[in-house]
C-alpha cells in the first residue's frame, strides 16, 4: 500500500466501487488491483472476490478467474454470480462436466436463470447429450422466450440428436 492509500483512507467499499469503474473502462488490471485493495480490508467481500474474477477472465487468466470465484463461493455458497462465472470459465476450458455441475448450483439458487441454462445446453451439447441439451433450451427460453442464442442452439441441438438416436 503506497504513502496516497495510507492517507486517503479508502474504504472496502471505495475501492470495491473504484474496481468496478476501471472495469467498465475495460482497465482489468487496474480492477484487479482495486479489487485487491478491497479485500485485502475485508477478506470476505463477495463482490470484490466475483468481480476480480470476471477481471481476470477478461485478461485471460481463466485458472485465476476460477479461484477468484471459490473464495466468492467458499465465504457465501448462494453466490450466484459466481456459480454461473465459474461454470463459464470451465466450460471455456474444455470441462463440460464441471461447467454443468456449476450452472447447476446458479439454477438450484435462482431456477429461474434463463443465462444458466443455455450455457447447461451449451456444456451438454459439448458431451453429446442432445437430449438433455435440448431440454435445456427448452427451460431457457421458456423463462425468455425471445432467447434468440437459446433457440438457434436448441436448433442444433435436435438436428445433432436426430442425427445421433438416443443422445
Same mark, same amino acid.
Given at each position: 500500500m503506497g504513502l496516497i492509500d495510507v492517507f486517503s483512507k479508502k474504504t472496502d467499499v471505495q475501492y470495491f466501487t473504484e474496481g468496478?469503474?476501471?472495469?467498465?473502462?475495460?482497465?482489468? +488490471?487496474?480492477? +484487479?488491483?482495486?479489487?485487491?485493495?478491497?479485500?485485502?480490508?475485508?477478506? #470476505?467481500?463477495?463482490?470484490?472476490?466475483?468481480?476480480?474474477?470476471?477481471?481476470?477472465?477478461?485478461?485471460?487468466?481463466?485458472?485465476e478467474a476460477i479461484a477468484s470465484y471459490d473464495k466468492a463461493i467458499a465465504i457465501d455458497p448462494n453466490n450466484i454470480g459466481s456459480w454461473y462465472t465459474r461454470g463459464w470459465e470451465l466450460y471455456n476450458l474444455g470441462h463440460p462436466e464441471e461447467a454443468i455441475a456449476s450452472?447447476?448450483?446458479?439454477?438450484a439458487i435462482k431456477p429461474d436463470y434463463a443465462d444458466a441454462w443455455y450455457t447447461r445446453g451449451l456444456a451438454l451439447g459439448e458431451l453429446g447429450k442432445y437430449a438433455e441439451a435440448v431440454a435445456s433450451y427448452d427451460k431457457s427460453i421458456a423463462i425468455k422466450p #425471445?432467447?434468440?442464442?437459446?433457440?438457434?442452439?436448441?436448433? #442444433?441441438?435436435?438436428?445433432?440428436? #436426430?442425427?445421433?438416436?438416443?443422445k
Open positions: 468496478n469503474n476501471f472495469f467498465k473502462l475495460g482497465k482489468y +488490471v487496474e480492477a +484487479v488491483a482495486s479489487y485487491d485493495k478491497a479485500i485485502a480490508i475485508k477478506p #470476505d467481500y463477495t463482490n470484490a472476490w466475483t468481480m476480480r474474477g470476471w477481471a481476470l477472465s477478461n485478461l485471460g487468466h481463466p485458472e450452472y447447476d448450483k446458479a439454477i #425471445d432467447y434468440t442464442e437459446a433457440k438457434q442452439s436448441r436448433q #442444433d441441438a435436435l438436428r445433432q440428436r #436426430d442425427k445421433n438416436p438416443g
